[in-house]
């Protein structure tokens, strides 16, 4: 998280200073009558001032330790292995993470979400699904599973099957690695 606190600093920095240069040349070139050079100005200086309202409005909110993600999406932290009650028996933490391995750990395949005790562990391949984050999003990736992978949406309770693409996940969506659930929280 402190990453991304300094990375919005940065980002800050960056705001404020194209902003005073661009405030600059729009004045010196108004003044000098290059009106289009002006109106170039005007504009970096109007985007750079969005950004940077935008920027200190997330942190005025304490949303800038990374609570939300793109505006009012939950982050996702943990993944959460469900029972046939709902209730989590297993969890891994995915704060800081950018790639997760799901599948069952073997003598050669090392796996960032091991399923091989679980009851539907058979089913499930030994690299079966990727979980990736990139651009603030976490999606998630069939890795030729014999068995398919699944995501049942938390907008709207329907069950889809990953094919030949990422699919992007939000918290509150389950994954079916085979027949095993997984909560995204």
């Known amino acids: 998280m402190e990453y991304m606190k300094g990375k919005r600093t940065a980002r800050a920095v ?6 005073a240069v661009s405030a600059l040349l729009m004045i010196d070139m108004g003044l000098r009558g290059n009106l289009a050079l002006a109106a170039a100005a005007a504009l970096c200086a109007a985007v750079s001032a969005w950004d940077l309202i935008r920027l200190l409005a997330v942190d005025g909110k304490g949303e800038g330790e990374g609570s939300r993600q793109q505006g009012a999406e939950p982050v996702i932290r943990e993944l959460l292995l469900l ?11 995915l704060a800081g993470r950018v790639s997760v391995i799901i599948g069952r750990a073997g003598k050669e395949e090392d ?4 399923l091989e005790g679980c009851e539907y562990g058979a089913f499930v391949d030994y690299q079966h ?3 990736n984050y990139s651009l603030d999003r976490w999606y998630v990736e069939d890795l030729g599973s014999s068995n398919g992978v699944r995501v049942q949406k938390v907008e709207d309770g329907n069950c889809y ?7 992007q996940v939000r ?7 085979a027949n095993t659930r997984l909560l995204l929280t």
């Open 14 to 19: 960056c705001d404020g200073a194209i902003l």
């Open 83 to 93: 029972d046939e009650n709902n209730k989590p028996v297993r969890s891994w933490n």
């Open 111 to 114: 796996v960032d979400v091991d």
């Open 129 to 131: 699904a990727a979980l």
């Open 161 to 167: 099957r990953i094919m030949n693409r990422p699919c």
């Open 171 to 177: 918290a509150g969506d389950v994954l079916y690695i």
